[in-house]
């Protein structure tokens, strides 16, 4: 492939420009298909019987963390299956490259550097979505289909003002955003606290043992990882050091809801019996579900059967761990016959990390293995490495087996869903998803995103910018953390251009031999920004 001519040509058009363009030739395209009756399952979308929808969707999963990829040390035979029936993505993108962030944009189809706060979100964050947003669930909802999470939810519970009412009713939170039903780990295992939230309730909570959150020490013998370091049974490296739960220290502080707490090692089989039950309650019914999981996210504590698995550690384990949900989930659809009814994308929230806060032998046991395949970066910045990552779609009987170079985004999920729906998009919501179902799909001639813009926890105005083959990086905070896989921060310079036909691991900064395609880059990827949509 040849870096794209058109950045060449002084009359390229804007990047709002070339997106408004795009889609109007999808849309006439569709409808001469339409016209000539030449719209077969291959080549639209659109479908008499739209199809049930599961987003699976790992946590910190890298590009060449799965052995389908062609890079894993590993192997994850469910997850290899699921490319081999259906279509491996080369270019599919999460849009963060942390995990608040790209779950808020995946939900509402809008990049999450466009609304404040909706970083990595804190233990009592409030809910990060207001009530009655537009989401992919919603959407779906409006179709007629039943909507559920199960798993990681890290968006936050509760009112803006008063955050999560942990005694109380959790509102509002999934329930008032599309969701029929949830049953979550309301932010993230390194945060507190350590319970199931069931619709707007914490499971199993016990009133007369009311649960406390908060980030102060609640009283001045509350054991903490520093106080009783000793006693832990997975040692922290920096941070995650507050109050102790089985025996692992983490961020934030909580006391009380005994009876509502979990076993980090159950976390798994809970949400693939939660999953797969629901699953079974709807079977005849259209449904949404979002399988959130928590695999490979720090503290990697699977389950006994799990570990020492791999070979690599818990990190290692933790994967196949998440192979193993995989498989759950597929197995029920194939026992229910609803395989041929029902498509699934598989992704990950962001790229990999090694240390996260624990040590856990992830830097040690690594050995050959490398979890962002050919990109550098990761998790925390906006080279390759931080956003590309596993993405295969499956939907046996309508999806044709193969490998797509085609560029597809997760926060395309929700246009793409509800033009397979028959669901139009209000004007103003889903602000940056472009309807790219027909190249899920798979379909002939389909089109992918013509550009896409990457962000890191959105807090230093970092940025990637790819459109076909270029590659913007501008970096505001002239920093990249964990751009080798260690959480160091590296100096580098604002503007960085490659090219990625030629450099796909971004180590040679083109950007004074192409000057004018980098001044027309930052010049679009500005104007993206400031307008405050890229949806047409």
Known sequence: MRPSASLDNNIVPTALHRHIRFCQGVVSLVCCLVVLGLGG?????????????????????GYGDVSCYGHAALETPHIDQLAAEGLRFTSGYCSASTCTPTRYSFLTGTYAFREDGTGIAPPNSPALIPAGTTTIASLLKSAGYHTAVIGKWHLGLGTKDAGPDWNGKL???????????????????????????????????????????????????????????????????????????NGISRIGFYTGGHAARFRDEDLSDRWVSESKQWIKDHQSEPFFLFFASHDLHVPRAVHERFQGSSGLGPRGDAIVELDWCVGELISTLKDLQLDQKTMVVFCSDNGPVLDDGYKDDAIEKLGDHDPNGPFTGGKYNVYEGGTRTPLITWWPGTIRPGVSEKIVC??????????????????????????????????????????????????????????GDWKLVRADSKKANNMHLRLVRDPIPQFQLFNLADDPGETNNVIDQHPDVAQRMKAELAELIAAGRSRP
């Open 410 to 467: 997760t926060v395309d999920l929700a246009a793409s869903c509800a033009a397979m729906a028959g669901v139009p998009l209000p004007d103003d919501g889903c602000l940056d998803s472009f309807d790219v179902s027909d190249a899920l799909l798979g379909a002939d001639d389909a089109q992918g995103r013509q550009s896409l813009v990457q962000q890191d926890n959105g807090k230093g105005d970092n940025y990637g910018y790819r459109v």
């Open 41 to 61: 399952p291959q080549a639209s979308a659109q479908s008499a019987d739209p199809p049930n929808v599961i987003v699976i969707m790992a946590d910190d999963l």
């Open 171 to 245: 509102s509002p939170g999934p329930l008032e955003i599309g969701f029929d039903h949830c049953f979550l780990l309301p932010t993230t295992n390194d945060r507190v606290p350590q319970v199931y939230v069931q619709d707007h309730h914490v499971l199993n909570l016990d009133p007369a043992d009311p649960l406390w959150v908060g980030q102060k020490k609640p009283s001045p013998d509350h054991p903490t990882g520093i106080s009783h370091r000793d006693t832990l049974k997975m040692d922290w490296s920096h941070g995650h050091n507050s109050t102790i739960h």
